[in-house]
């Protein structure tokens, strides 16, 4: 809980984040290593209710996000 697995940090990856009505409010693509500190910001938005992340390449789906309240 609250890591990124070493596996996501050493790829480019997309990151879409969902509201509770599940549209995108925001997305990014960045370096894997930067995910811990984009979804620290993004997080602090709370109509951000989850976000996926997919490898930027080829664009497969990696993981899910959650908040915990």
Do not use: W
């Not at 290593?33 to 997919?54: G, L, M």
């Amino acid at each position: 809980m609250n890591e990124v697995p070493a596996v996501i940090c050493a790829r480019l990856v997309s990151l879409r984040f969902f509201d509770r009505d599940h549209m995108i409010v925001e997305a990014d693509v960045v370096s894997g290593d930067a995910v811990q500190s984009a979804k620290s910001e993004v997080f602090d938005n709370a109509d951000i209710a989850y976000a996926h992340i997919h490898y930027a390449k080829p664009g497969c789906f990696a993981a899910a996000l959650h908040r915990v309240d």
